[in-house]
T-cell receptor
Framework: EADIYQTPRYLVIGTGKKITLECSQTMGHDKMYWYQQDPGMELHLIHYSYGVNSTEKGDLSSESTVSRIRTEHFPLTLESARPSHTSQYLC????????????FGPGTRLTVT | DAKTTQPNSMESNEEEPVHLPCNHSTISGTDYIHWYRQLPSQGPEYVIHGLTSNVNNRMASLAIAEDRKSSTLILHRATLRDAAVYYCILRIQGAQKLVFGQGTRLTINP
């Protein structure tokens, strides 16, 4: 059973607001990821981290930022939300060495009005 | 990244086997074949992976063609809970990133 959590599950917020999407895992995984998925579409990697103080941008350009101060925590921040940011955001983690399985959280569905 | 091609959708009946195909003609020798599935309103979950030999686990079987240019995910006895989008993904050995395609939307009829 994967132990990866995301909060909030749903968020409706107005344009211009700053938001932080939380992601935590209790498995001690070194690697963590953020994906963005529009309804009915494929997932796109927007950020990843291979360990504490390590963050990289993914394959899809995103205006969001991430931080990795603790192993278990990988929050994603949007400084000024816009309607184009409306999407589902999925967090995942995997083991550091020969980890091949990514464990996904339930996702945060963000709507910016 | 090498590409995979999957049918957009498939339909099957409950308690029957389901064979989900995936073409990956540009696969390289170090690419692993991974399958994930995404149930409605949930994040994806790992199903199975393999390199050259066929693989079995509690969820499914993975049959890999001898030339590795295609593979098939086999659900031996589908249930309604198997209705999901199934993604076939190639992962370079040692790489951690996964590149998701459109996947196959599987519908299971009661």
């Amino acid at each position: 059973e994967a132990d990866i959590y995301q909060t909030p599950r749903y968020l409706v917020i107005g344009t211009g607001k700053k938001i932080t999407l939380e992601c935590s895992q209790t498995m001690g995984h070194d690697k963590m990821y953020w994906y963005q998925q529009d309804p009915g579409m494929e997932l796109h990697l927007i950020h990843y981290s291979y360990g504490v103080n390590s963050t990289e941008k993914g394959d899809l350009s995103s205006e969001s930022t991430v931080s990795r101060i603790r192993t278990e925590h990988f929050p994603l921040t949007l400084e000024s939300a816009r309607p184009s940011h409306t999407s589902q955001y999925l967090c995942a983690s995997s083991e550091g060495l020969a980890g091949y399985e990514q464990y996904f959280g339930p996702g945060t569905r963000l709507t910016v009005t | 990244d090498a590409k995979t091609t999957q049918p957009n959708s498939m339909e099957s009946n409950e308690e029957e086997p389901v064979h989900l195909p995936c073409n990956h003609s540009t696969i390289s020798g170090t690419d692993y074949i991974h399958w994930y599935r995404q149930l409605p309103s949930q994040g994806p979950e790992y199903v199975i992976h393999g390199l050259t030999s066929n693989v079995n686990n509690r969820m499914a079987s993975l049959a890999i063609a001898e030339d590795r240019k295609s593979s098939t995910l086999i659900l031996h006895r589908a249930t309604l809970r198997d209705a999901a989008v199934y993604y076939c993904i190639l992962r370079i050995q040692g790489a951690q990133k996964l590149v998701f395609g459109q996947g196959t939307r599987l519908t299971i009829n009661p």
